[in-house]
């Protein structure tokens, strides 16, 4: 649900036709916007927040208790491609004709390390989905190309690190957290998560190191090398939303404010080493 704001912020570039980026890395559910962002679907993404995430179907506290998941992947997936799927040949389209490059990042269960899968119009639901699929409260394993992968935000959350080594030198982040979060370790969480994937002892280890890594990007944000700008796009910590925030009105204030937020960001928007 804390990607909502960023829904809002890619509602207002597709709708305003700001598209300047020839490279897009998502993470989990910024995955999911990008996706409907390049296939045009500018409002798809809040849709499906109010149609299937909010129901029991989707998340249900009692279903995890008995063994069951706290989100269901499989429903969300099975729902939103039978009755609002991504226009799959609009996003093949753009990114061949404009030559743009998306990647979806996702973590290797076996080697702790970050995937970052290129897809295409067979491949790309079941990345997303790979992305999206948090550990323990999405119960299945998954796998890319016969490996066991899981979300993408375990190893890298904020992956523009990754977009310096591919090239990029005028970065745009879409956060979906303030800019001053800090995120902190949880011993409890560690304990229970170290014991769940036990056989997997280097995603113990990723899981471990996330808050260090987390916590590095934004570090890199907030100073960049000498001919690199990033601009940061983060909502206000006054938004308060949390990973399964079921407040419609919440939302929805939540949206608003990324379109808002986006719109602002348009206007005065000069590439990088340009003079306006």
């Known amino acids: 649900m804390r990607g909502i704001f960023a829904a809002g912020i890619l509602h207002a570039f597709g709708n305003k036709g700001f598209d300047p980026f020839d490279l897009y890395i998502g993470v989990s559910a910024g995955a999911c916007h990008l996706a409907s962002h390049l296939a045009g679907q500018n409002n ?34 099975e729902q939103t491609i039978k009755n609002y799927r991504l226009d799959l040949k609009q996003i093949e389209e753009k990114l061949q004709t404009q030559k743009k490059d998306y990647l979806i990042v996702a973590t290797s269960m076996e080697t702790g390390e970050p995937l970052y899968l290129r897809p295409d119009i067979n ?17 299945r394993e998954m796998d890319v190309n016969g490996e066991k992968a899981t979300d993408g935000g375990i190893s ?23 800019a001053g979060y800090v995120k902190k370790k949880s011993p409890i ?9 036990r056989k997997y002892p280097r995603l113990v280890e990723a899981f471990r190191q996330r808050a260090d890594r987390y916590n590095a990007a934004v570090a890199f944000i907030n100073n960049p090398p000498s001919g690199i700008c990033i601009a940061q796009l983060a909502p206000p910590a006054s938004l308060e939303i949390g990973r399964t925030t079921k407040n419609e009105a919440t939302l929805r204030k939540a949206y608003k404010a990324g379109i808002d937020y986006g719109n602002r960001f348009i206007e005065p928007y000069v590439p990088f080493g340009h003079n306006k």
């Not at 969480?189 to 994937?197: G, H, I, K, Q």
């Open 123 to 139: 491949t790309l639901e079941h990345y997303l989905k790979v992305s999206s699929s948090l550990p323990i409260l999405y119960r």
């Open 44 to 77: 798809r993404n809040f849709d499906i927040t109010l149609r299937y995430s909010l129901s029991r179907q989707f998340i249900n506290p009692w279903r995890f208790l008995k063994g069951g998941h706290l989100m269901d992947l499989d429903w969300m997936w």
């Open 156 to 178: 890298d959350s904020i992956p523009v690190c990754e977009a310096l080594r591919r090239g990029a030198t005028d970065i745009t982040v879409i956060r979906s957290r303030s």
């Open 189 to 197: 969480v560690l304990a229970v998560f170290s014991r769940y994937f």
